[in-house]
Nanobody
């Protein structure tokens, strides 16, 4: 069973930056479509950024040009570099992937990001 563990959240002022990390307990190649979602207060969970095929990425319009998803296969880790943060980016950020072996969804426990104005 592959587990995803997020880290790197915290409190930052508007305009600041944070880098989130998602470490997989097994090989990152056992997960497909790995990416980041977030759930803002009172809102449904939404896509932030994800790998689609290989190194092809997809971003939500709200974060394009500010957030960058990347991966280090040797470290079995996916990152989300967030810059020019806005108060509306405040959310719990979740790492997500689909297990290649079963097709099941795999979610991390989430990490809180709070952006103060």
């Amino acid at each position: 069973q592959v587990q995803l563990v997020e880290s790197g959240g915290g409190l930052v002022q508007a305009g600041g930056s944070l880098r989130l990390s998602c470490a997989t307990s097994g090989s990152i190649f056992s997960i497909i479509g790995v990416g980041w979602y977030r759930q803002r207060p009172g809102k449904p969970r939404e896509l932030v950024a994800t790998f689609i095929y290989g190194s092809t990425t997809n971003y939500a319009d709200a974060v394009k040009g500010r957030f960058t998803i990347s991966r280090d296969n040797a470290k079995n880790t996916v990152y989300l570099q967030m810059t020019s943060l806005k108060p509306e980016d405040t959310a719990v950020y979740y790492c997500h992937g689909t297990l290649r072996s079963s097709g099941h969804d795999c979610w991390g426990q989430g990490t809180q990001v709070t952006v103060s104005s």
